[in-house]
């Protein structure tokens, strides 16, 4: 027997007055009987929260409208009220598309505020967040060997005088690589090397690796020989007692370093999502988009990546460019990326993780619409290659792949000092840099207190502007530093590109 007709604006949200869909804000049981802004929903069979409901009738091959654009086509008939999710939608993606730049810039309207965050200020005229003394093995045979010199100078210095963390940027990588895969390797380490989240580096060959030192430092260029070490264990008699010492070395370099006040124009933030869910294109995917103009604003720096989860909103960006050369810039990001899947014989769209399905997220159309909610409104700046710097305040995108771990490393070789990471499902990782997990609801937010930072799906129940207020200044905190869980649980790592042979 069928429920008695219930109002569903507290179970229902339908995100674009184009919409042909609602999202389920709660598990919707079977043989419900919805009314949601003037369409009667029979539900026929359970749908899972963070899913899609058609709100009229939709035939075979018509579009599902969400964000007020299609994110692909239903392959059958589908009644209101109806689940809409793989086994009934499809996406509208295939192969490479040509593109026109067709400007669609919006003005930013948040005002310059006199806030600061409490920093370190480099010699060259960077700022970090955090005071770590990094150690880089040019290749990964020495890993172990790093990990002991670690442990004895710990033991020796277990208070790490001015520093925040030690950390070894593990990899397995530095050998048997050719062309394009060493210059990454090497590329990202360099990166690394100049964070100005580093305030001592020991950078750690093993002497007989195809990414050398000698080559390294010529890559590297000038660099502040009191904070920046060199080591090759096969040139030495005991490579550890002579690591722990150029440790020490560093530790004393960095003993006066501390933090000052600095405006928030000199952020640099990175812009990721993993493990997302229905939710992640409504409630924290906006507010890191919230926050990234908000910090545009400021006069700060915001960097998107995950080319793949650009896919199906590409046009999105691209009429967001500044200009027609960044425009140019944008389509080579994109079509370069589908050239190289196609190149492999793989699929370009089919992008949703199990867990994205399981969440909600049907086809690639759906999850890129809601990743790129992550960059808010503003205009599109600049497009970095992978293992490029930020050049230019503002928003940038950035070439790299979805891959949690690579994406939020390439990010880190950006020069941002911070990633913003949400999550529907929940993950534990960390790259070199801290992580502010951002949960899209508050059931993982309360399930995994130890890996969340910041729970987005208060915006559920609470205005933007107000979760926006607590947002900026939790970031302000951690800037500060404040540590994010990832750091708290000592979970810091790094993951570099490989697309070639290894010999």
Known sequence: MKEALIEAPAQLLKLHPKDNVAVALQPIPKDSQLF????????????????????????ADDHVIKYGYPIGHVITDVLPGGWLHTHNVKTNLSGT??????????????????????????????????????????????????????????ALHPDLGAFDHVTILKHPYGCSQLGQDHQNTRQILIDAVQHPNAGGVLVFGLGCENNTVPEFKKKLGDYDQKRVKFMVAQESQDEISVGVGLLEALMEAA??????????????????CGGSDGFSGITANPLLGAFSDFLVAQGGSTVLTEVPEMFGAEQVLMGRAQDEETFEKILHLINDFKDY?????????????????????????DKSLGCTQKSGTSAVVDVL?????????????????????????????????????????????????PM????????????????????????????????????????????????????????????????????
């Not at 003037?38 to 009229?56: C, F, M, N, S, V």
């Not at 003993?255 to 990721?272: A, F, M, Q, T, Y």
């Not at 994406?407 to 960390?430: I, K």
């Open 97 to 154: 598309l040509s593109y026109t730049y067709t400007p669609d810039l919006h003005p930013v309207h948040y005002p310059k505020t006199d806030l600061t965050f409490k920093g370190y200020r480099r010699a060259n005229g960077k700022v970090g967040i955090r005071n770590d003394l990094l150690i880089v093995p040019t290749v990964g045979c020495i890993n172990g060997i790093a990990e002991i010199i670690v442990e004895e100078f710990k």
């Open 255 to 272: 003993k006066d370093d501390h933090r000052e006040d600095v405006p928030l124009s000199e952020l640099k933030i990175g812009l990721k």
């Open 36 to 59: 949601f802004e003037g369409y009667t929903l029979p539900i026929a069979e359970d749908i899972p929260q963070g899913h899609k409901i058609a709100l009229h009738a939709l035939a």
């Open 385 to 433: 290659k992978y293992g490029e710097k930020l050049r230019k305040p503002g928003l940038s995108l950035l070439e790299g792949p979805g891959n949690d771990l690579v994406a939020a490393s390439a990010l880190a070789s950006a020069d941002c000092q911070l990633v913003l990471f949400t999550t529907g499902r929940g993950t534990p990782f960390g790259a070199y840099v």
């Open 436 to 503: 502010m997990k951002v949960a899209t609801n508050k059931e993982i937010y309360q399930k995994k207190p130890h890996w969340m930072d910041f729970n987005a799906g208060r915006l559920l129940e609470e205005s933007m502007e107000v979760v926006l207020a607590d947002f900026i200044q939790a970031i302000i905190e951690t800037a500060s530093g404040k540590a994010t869980r990832n750091e708290a649980n000592n979970v810091r790592e790094i993951a570099i590109f490989k697309n070639g042979v290894t010999l």
């Open 341 to 365: 899947f196609l190149a492999y014989g793989e699929p370009v769209y089919e992008n949703p993780s199990p867990g994205n399905k399981a969440g909600g997220i049907t086809t690639l159309e």
